[in-house]
């Protein structure tokens, strides 16, 4: 049977989904992104991964977030996207914001991870080719290579928008030293860099405590976060103990020892804050990220449609009183 066609909603850039302009640049993102970091890969049902592609773009999600070796199996993430690109979104394709990235162990050998030239741009030419398509438009730098000169790294990125692969480049990770010095080289060779994309969560400062995001602001440099939700502590996943079927059960990145007694203690003086807001836990947590101007968007995950729809609620989250922030930061440092 063949599958029907997919038609987006009309309502797409009307239904509550607002842009921020990214650093100074022509770019607006969405202030939610759709990350496929978990969810998408070769184990996960096709037909689910579609779903959720579909309803974040019916939603007027425009920006998915991909990198190499995304999965599992690693490149399955872009296999996946290109399939849907392939069989429904191709039609929108300039309506789309799409990035991936290379820096991780990817395949093996000495050219299959870190920051040479050799290994960009091979990554770059398989993640096309995976993900049937021309250009991206954003690819990363996925992580700072203390052994390859920086100005190698940066060069690659500089040549892959020059040959027309990647509209725009940017940084991930990096330590703020390092990303002050990309600003600048990839500035004075006509290819500013577009953004920083980190882990920023209620519980994880370290963009914001090691100057990035201030020095992103300065710069002119959009800044994109990554694990909003502290990969589910930031939710109400745990308030009861570790479900079976949970991260920390299967042994993933989240391990038992993330969790605390302390933790824990935080994790529901959060939940009865944004019980007493009107809303969940994680809403809460993506909506204090975006209470920060500096941050133009908060890439989320999904396991299912429904997950999506509850975070995009977020969107309709109360502004933040001082009072409420400062609780925040009672509870945090306690």
Known sequence: MIDPLYSPSLNRYNNGMKYRRCGRSGILLPEISLGLWHNFGGVDPLKSSMEKIHFAFDNGITHFDLANNYGPPYGSAEETFGIVMKKSLARYRDELFISTKAGHDMWPGPYGE???????????????????????????????????????????????????????????????????????????????????QGKYNIFDRDPSSSGVLDDCYDQGVGFIAFSPLAQGLLTDRYLNGIPEDSRIARGGFLKKDSLTDLTMKKIKMLNEMASRRGESLAQMSIAWLLNDKKVTSVIVGASSVSQLKTNLKALESPAFSETEINEIERIIKE
């Not at 725009?168 to 600048?184: L, N, R």
């Open 114 to 196: 870190w920051g040479s030239r050799k290994y960009l741009l091979a990554s770059l030419d398989q993640s096309l080719k995976r993900m049937n398509l021309d250009y991206v438009d954003i690819f990363y730098s996925h992580r700072f290579d203390p052994e390859t000169p920086l100005e190698e790294t940066l060069q690659a990125l500089v040549d892959i928008v020059k040959a027309g692969k990647a509209v725009y480049v940017g940084i991930s990770k990096y330590p703020a030293d390092a990303a002050s010095f990309a600003y600048s080289y990839l500035r004075e060779r006509d290819v500013p860099c577009l953004l920083y």
